[in-house]
Protein backbone atom coordinates (compact mmCIF):
# COMPACT_ATOMS: atom_id res chain seq x y z
CA UNK A 1 0.00 0.00 0.00
CA UNK A 2 1.75 3.11 -1.08
CA UNK A 3 1.40 5.50 1.73
CA UNK A 4 1.57 9.15 0.43
CA UNK A 5 1.76 12.26 2.67
CA UNK A 6 0.78 15.97 1.69
CA UNK A 7 2.13 18.87 3.18
CA UNK A 8 2.25 22.77 2.89
CA UNK A 9 -1.40 23.60 3.26
CA UNK A 10 -2.69 26.78 4.90
CA UNK A 11 -4.03 30.41 4.98
CA UNK A 12 -2.94 32.82 2.65
CA UNK A 13 -4.38 36.23 0.80
CA UNK A 14 -5.71 36.32 -2.66
CA UNK A 15 -3.30 36.82 -5.11
CA UNK A 16 -0.46 34.40 -2.80
CA UNK A 17 1.03 31.70 -3.33
CA UNK A 18 1.27 27.82 -1.67
CA UNK A 19 3.77 25.03 -2.68
CA UNK A 20 1.87 21.52 -1.93
CA UNK A 21 4.65 18.57 -1.24
CA UNK A 22 3.79 14.50 -1.66
CA UNK A 23 6.15 12.34 -0.52
CA UNK A 24 6.09 8.41 0.60
CA UNK A 25 8.47 6.26 2.16
CA UNK A 26 8.30 4.34 -1.14
CA UNK A 27 9.87 5.22 -4.66
CA UNK A 28 7.47 6.90 -6.54
CA UNK A 29 9.09 6.31 -9.74
CA UNK A 30 6.59 4.39 -11.40
CA UNK A 31 3.60 6.17 -10.44
CA UNK A 32 1.45 8.58 -11.55
CA UNK A 33 1.09 11.26 -8.90
CA UNK A 34 -2.54 13.30 -9.28
CA UNK A 35 -3.08 16.68 -7.12
CA UNK A 36 -7.08 17.13 -6.08
CA UNK A 37 -9.47 19.11 -4.01
CA UNK A 38 -12.82 18.85 -2.56
CA UNK A 39 -14.19 22.74 -1.43
CA UNK A 40 -16.61 22.88 1.25
CA UNK A 41 -20.24 21.90 -0.75
CA UNK A 42 -18.51 21.10 -4.07
CA UNK A 43 -17.22 17.73 -5.77
CA UNK A 44 -13.66 16.33 -5.84
CA UNK A 45 -12.08 17.95 -8.99
CA UNK A 46 -8.81 16.64 -10.16
CA UNK A 47 -6.15 19.64 -10.62
CA UNK A 48 -3.20 18.44 -12.06
CA UNK A 49 -0.93 14.87 -12.82
CA UNK A 50 2.10 14.00 -13.66
CA UNK A 51 4.17 10.57 -13.68
CA UNK A 52 7.05 10.62 -11.63
CA UNK A 53 9.47 9.18 -14.33
CA UNK A 54 8.16 10.45 -17.52
CA UNK A 55 5.41 12.12 -19.26
CA UNK A 56 3.47 15.61 -19.86
CA UNK A 57 1.61 17.12 -16.94
CA UNK A 58 -2.29 17.46 -17.22
CA UNK A 59 -3.76 20.60 -15.65
CA UNK A 60 -7.28 21.56 -15.18
CA UNK A 61 -8.61 24.56 -16.76
CA UNK A 62 -9.48 26.13 -13.63
CA UNK A 63 -6.04 26.17 -12.69
CA UNK A 64 -3.99 26.20 -16.30
CA UNK A 65 -1.69 28.85 -15.97
CA UNK A 66 -1.63 29.38 -12.03
CA UNK A 67 -0.57 26.20 -10.88
CA UNK A 68 2.99 24.07 -11.68
CA UNK A 69 3.50 20.66 -11.03
CA UNK A 70 7.20 19.12 -10.86
CA UNK A 71 8.66 16.12 -9.84
CA UNK A 72 11.79 16.12 -7.49
CA UNK A 73 13.58 12.96 -7.76
CA UNK A 74 16.29 13.56 -5.24
CA UNK A 75 13.33 14.07 -2.84
CA UNK A 76 11.04 11.67 -4.10
CA UNK A 77 8.57 14.47 -3.82
CA UNK A 78 6.24 15.98 -6.03
CA UNK A 79 4.69 19.79 -6.02
CA UNK A 80 2.30 21.87 -6.53
CA UNK A 81 3.53 25.34 -6.80
CA UNK A 82 0.45 27.59 -6.64
CA UNK A 83 0.19 31.02 -7.51
CA UNK A 84 -2.06 33.71 -8.18
CA UNK A 85 -4.63 32.19 -5.60
CA UNK A 86 -7.94 33.16 -5.19
CA UNK A 87 -10.93 32.23 -2.60
CA UNK A 88 -11.94 29.23 -5.41
CA UNK A 89 -8.89 27.51 -4.75
CA UNK A 90 -10.70 26.97 -0.82
CA UNK A 91 -10.24 23.29 -0.25
CA UNK A 92 -8.23 20.31 0.63
CA UNK A 93 -5.81 18.97 -1.54
CA UNK A 94 -4.98 15.75 -1.80
CA UNK A 95 -2.25 13.54 -3.69
CA UNK A 96 -2.96 10.38 -4.89
CA UNK A 97 -1.30 7.84 -6.58
CA UNK A 98 -2.05 5.61 -9.51
CA UNK A 99 -0.40 3.53 -12.91
CA UNK A 100 -1.42 5.21 -15.66
CA UNK A 101 -1.04 9.71 -16.65
CA UNK A 102 -2.93 11.14 -19.01
CA UNK A 103 -2.12 14.56 -20.92
CA UNK A 104 -6.10 14.90 -21.30
CA UNK A 105 -8.03 13.78 -17.84
CA UNK A 106 -7.53 13.40 -14.62
CA UNK A 107 -10.55 10.71 -13.78
CA UNK A 108 -10.28 9.54 -10.43
CA UNK A 109 -10.73 6.21 -10.56
CA UNK A 110 -7.55 5.73 -11.77
CA UNK A 111 -6.15 6.65 -8.39
CA UNK A 112 -6.17 4.07 -5.90
CA UNK A 113 -3.95 5.13 -3.40
CA UNK A 114 -4.45 8.74 -1.67
CA UNK A 115 -3.07 10.75 1.18
CA UNK A 116 -4.99 12.33 4.28
CA UNK A 117 -5.06 15.73 2.19
CA UNK A 118 -3.79 19.41 3.46
CA UNK A 119 -5.93 22.16 4.03
CA UNK A 120 -6.00 25.31 1.62
CA UNK A 121 -7.65 28.13 2.69
CA UNK A 122 -7.67 31.42 0.51
CA UNK A 123 -9.20 34.43 2.36
CA UNK A 124 -8.27 38.17 3.25
Known amino acids: QLQLVESGGGLVQPGGSLRLSCTAP???????IGWFRQGPGKEREGVSSIHFSQGTPFYSDSVKGRFTISVDNAKNAVYLQMNGLNPEDTAVYYC??????????????????WGQGTQVTVSS
Open 26 to 32: ESLDYYC
Open 96 to 113: AGGFVCSAYSLPAGAFHH
